[in-house]
């Protein structure tokens, strides 16, 4: 250990390695912080940049190596020994509790037992000063995720750490929120604090990054000013090789095309206090069309989901229409046999079944579909025939796996996505409705499932993908609609949209959302 | 100092979830022999009436079948429950109306004779489960109610309703006051497998049979994959098609009509009328059977065989050696609160970790921890 502690660095990483069973996530991962940075981490899904946080946040224990804090070494064993030193951090999924204030959620992470209005008080001054504007007294579960997240930010800050550590922060972000959280980075930099920005979104790291660190496969591959890179070049960097560009060829004759999915006046109450009630949502989804629904999470993209699903019926059978028969009142096995096929967000629990082999996820949505396939008429599941069928999609979609049919959860997330959007592609259906179809998946094999969702569409299908990746949505889609605060604008052409006018759709800037804009502002 | 850590497996281990309900055993058998030695009983000698003398005869694995049969019947039924997240542990109460319900026929019409009759008693005494199955169902299907409550609380009112009938509309005229009823006719009595060799009756084939039924419908249809689906994860079993509300009233039918069926066997096998108690707790200690089985009804056949010797050896030892009856039921609670124990192993294993060992590379080296971090 060749000590070089000459005061600028904050932080300095030697050789940290963890091993999980087989499995190296990191491999002498070396980095350097220096203070008053910006330093993003960049690597794809898997490269290991959640197990090296997860080190320096104080979660996990690493096997090896070595971790230096304004030039000591240090042995950071748990979340509040990181604290004390210093470093806070910012999750990608919240944890707060909707039911309380802000102001109580802040409270609850700092164990000092002050009273809550004096912390209530701190945490206006700070959200003021930073530009976070932000109700300490508003319940958590009336916010918006950019207000949530500036609750977590607040809660980090009220910390006085000299680390932060920011975990995908603008993926549940508007572009224009994401400007402005990207104001306050410059401004904690500009104090002396220094950031770490774990992202992949090449772009911003290239706007607001002074140094960038990539992984790859549980490696450093490179070190490197972000600005000096272009995009393709840091993208190269962290796939290892180029990715292939989805190809869209042009729609021809769409306007012509019958509408295969038919969503007219869908409604929907909230069925928990938390959920968002839909408003009159049109939309049609024509044969040979992609249709892109954008939007900021928990805008009502779960629940609509569900409706055009059929796990939750509709009222008026005619406000969802497959292949122009009426669905509403049919199961998601009805809607199925009409040639739909579903891929929902969450994949363990929802799409698949965590703790059942992919032969047996295979069936969960094709038992009804494929004829007697799969199934005899005596229900008898024929196991050789659904066992092939699995092994064709793992084979064609490149699942990689660790068994043959290895149980669900076995398989990492991107892995397992392949498999499950496989398995409805496997059908070729007539309506595909997708929700976050590459979410956490790694760049190859999202442009591979992209590639595959307009292909599918071409070949004359209607596909409708629910998505928060807009870079994702202007890649695929024949027109993008945004979802806000359950109602869905009118679809915008793709040759007519930008990310601009997407992005204050998002915040809600449709003339018909002014009032509630105004609600939230 | 060292300390147990639990570590969370990667994947549940396929070797401890068959051996856990041998470490249970061997664990009961321990603390079995404290037991008797405190009661100032050699544990050897108790142990080998418990569990060998009970059966070294002929005519005793007969009694064995005997008790085995309901215990099985009503196990594999609960196992289709359990794997459906559905917590049926009113089984004891399907039993007893199993038990009324196939009944009726021969009580009621003591003079009708013939082929027929011992087939409907056994079709009723299933209605008869299923149908009492069915109210803790509707009370969850339809008002959200937690059927362990109702399913549990309809056991003491089925067991009352029993005693009711006994002691009043269906008592025996001729019994000289005694709470029975007439003593059924021939043809509604479950016949003897081997007249010759014991007192082993057809509930024990039907439980193989049940058992094996239940095994193919767990394992190679449809209907027993939704069951795994919506009982592992009820929002991906949605996403499927399958209906939750569909599945519990399946999984209480099945059950109550499996424990229907143990009920009228028993009556009409081994005690051949209706009498103010019929069960010493067999939907209870099913649970226990149904557990100890894997809720597999191929190992549950051979979980019952035990039980059913707890039974017998809790009578033996009660009269070689003077000890309490009860004896059985520490024996079953026992073996319960192990099985449940060891079954910790298949989702954990166990890592001692120094306490004293705070610094140095030895804890960097210490095998992977898994912190609930994610």
């Known amino acids: 250990m060749s000590a070089n502690h000459d005061g600028a660095n904050l932080l300095e990483v030697r050789g940290l390695t963890k091993i999980f069973g087989t499995l190296t996530a990191c491999d002498h991962i070396d980095l350097n912080i220096a203070k008053g940075e910006i330093h993003a981490l960049l690597g794809e899904n898997g490269a290991g940049k959640s197990t090296l946080v997860k080190m320096l946040f104080g979660s996990l224990e690493p096997n090896s190596g070595e971790i230096f804090w304004n030039g000591e070494a240090v042995r950071i064993t748990s979340p509040g020994m990181a604290k004390k030193l210093g470093i806070g951090m910012v999750f990608q999924h919240f944890s707060l509790f909707e039911a309380l ?56 800050l009220l910390q006085t750490p000299q680390l932060i ?46 140094r960038a660190t990539v992984l790859r496969h549980g490696k450093v ?31 021809e004759g769409i306007e012509t095309a019958a509408p295969l999915l038919e969503i007219r006046a869908l409604s929907r109450k909230p069925a928990t206090p938390f959920s968002i009630p839909l408003k009159n949502i049109n939309l049609n989804v024509r044969a040979g069309e992609v249709i892109g629904i954008a939007g900021v999470a928990g805008n009502g993209q779960g629940e609509f989901f569900e409706s055009v699903s059929g796990e939750v019926l509709q009222q008026d059978a005619g406000s969802v229409r497959i292949r122009g028969k009426d669905a ?30 992919l032969s047996e996820n295979l069936l969960l949505s094709r038992h009804a579909t494929d004829g007697k396939v799969f199934v005899s008429s005596g229900g008898l599941v024929r196991a050789a025939a659904v066992y092939a069928a699995a092994q064709r999609i793992i084979v064609a979609m490149d699942v990689r796996k660790s068994a043959p049919d290895p149980e669900a959860a076995a398989l990492s997330g991107g892995n397992l996505q392949k498999f499950i959007v496989g398995r409805e592609l496997d059908r070729s259906p007539a309506v595909m409705v997708v929700n976050q179809p590459t979410w956490g998946v790694d760049a190859g094999a999202a442009a591979h499932i992209r590639q595959a969702l307009i292909e599918l569409a071409r070949s004359g299908s209607a596909v409708l993908v629910i998505s928060q990746d807009l870079d994702e949505l202007f890649e695929i889609s024949d027109a993008i609609a945004v979802m806000h605060n359950g109602e869905l604008s009118k679809p915008l052409p793709i040759a007519e949209a930008t990310f601009e006018k997407i992005g204050l759709l998002m915040g809600g800037a449709e003339p018909g959302h002014a009032e509630h804009a105004l609600e939230t502002a | 100092m060292m300390r147990l850590e639990l570590v969370k497996r990667p994947q549940r281990s396929m070797l401890f979830s068959a051996l856990s309900p041998f470490i249970a055993f061997g664990l009961t058998i321990i603390a079995g022999a404290i037991l008797f030695a405190l ?29 085995a049969a309901p215990l099985i019947l009503i196990a594999v039924g609960l196992s289709v429950c359990y794997k459906a997240n559905v917590w049926n542990i009113g089984a004891e109460g399907q039993f007893i109306l199993g038990g009324i319900f196939g009944s009726a026929i021969p009580v ?60 009043g509309p269906w008592r025996d005229p001729q019994g000289h006051g005694f709470p029975q009823t007439i003593q059924f006719n021939d043809s509604a009595v479950l016949p003897e497998l081997m007249p010759d060799a014991g007192r082993a009756n057809w509930g024990f084939v039907f439980a193989l049979i049940a058992a094996v039924l239940v095994w193919l419908l767990m394992s190679r249809l449809l209907k027993g994959f939704e069951v795994r689906v919506l009982g592992s994860s009820p929002r991906a079993g949605r996403f499927a098609g399958f209906g939750l509300n569909r599945m519990v009233f399946f999984a209480f039918l099945l059950s109550g009509a499996l424990a229907g069926l143990a009920g009228i066997s028993e009556v009409s096998g081994a005690i051949g009328q209706l009498q103010p108690v ?47 009856d009860k004896v059985a039921r520490v024996f079953q609670g026992m073996l319960l609160f192990f099985v449940l124990g060891c ?30 971090a994610r």
């Open chain 1, 101 to 156: 204030t802000a102001a109580e959620n802040i409270a609850l992470s700092l164990d000092d037992g002050s009273p809550i209005s004096s912390i209530a008080a701190k945490a206006r001054a700070l959200s003021f000063s930073y530009g976070l504007p932000l109700d300490p007294d508003s319940l958590v579960g009336d916010l918006s995720v950019g207000e949530r997240q500036r609750i977590e930010i607040i809660r980090c």
């Open chain 1, 165 to 210: 550590i920011l975990d995908e922060p603008t993926s549940v972000l508007t572009p224009q929120e994401a400007d402005k959280l990207f104001e306050t980075l410059e401004r904690l930099r500009s104090e002396g604090k220094s950031i770490l920005y774990i992202s992949h979104r090449l772009e911003e790291v290239k706007r607001i990054c002074d």
């Open chain 1, 221 to 251: 591959v490179g070190h490197c000013n972000p600005r000096e890179e272009t995009a393709s070049s840091l993208a190269r960097m962290m796939v290892g090789n180029e990715v292939k560009a989805v190809v869209r060829a042009p729609a």
């Open chain 1, 328 to 357: 509403g009142a049919l199961s998601i096995t009805g809607r199925r046999l009409m040639g739909a096929a579903f891929v929902p967000e969450e994949r363990l629990g929802h799409g698949a079944a965590p703790r059942m082999k």
């Open chain 2, 39 to 67: 009661l100032g009983v050699n544990p050897l000698n108790a142990f080998r009436i418990y569990f060998i003398e009970p059966v070294s005869q002929v005519w005793q694995l007969h009694e064995l079948a005997i008790k």
């Open chain 2, 108 to 167: 009621l019409f003591p003079g009708f004779e013939g082929p027929l009759v011992l087939p409907l008693m056994l079709l009723f005494g299933m209605v008869g489960g299923a149908a009492y199955a069915a109210i803790p169902a509707l009370l969850k299907t339809r008002f959200g109610t937690n059927e362990i409550l109702t399913s549990l609380m309809l056991v003491y009112v089925a067991q009352f309703f029993l005693d009711w009938l006994v002691r």
């Open chain 2, 278 to 324: 019929i069960s010493p707790g067999y939907g209870f200690t099913a649970i226990i059977v149904a557990f100890l089985g894997r809720l597999n009804p191929l190992g549950i056949v051979a979980a019952g065989l035990v039980l059913a010797l707890t039974y017998l050896g809790g009578e033996a030892v009660q009269s070689a050696l003077g000890i309490s």
């Open chain 2, 343 to 372: 079954d910790t192993l298949i989702h954990y294993r166990i890592r001692l970790v120094g306490m004293a060992l705070t610094k140095g590379a030895a804890k960097l080296e210490a095998a992977p921890k898994l912190k609930e």
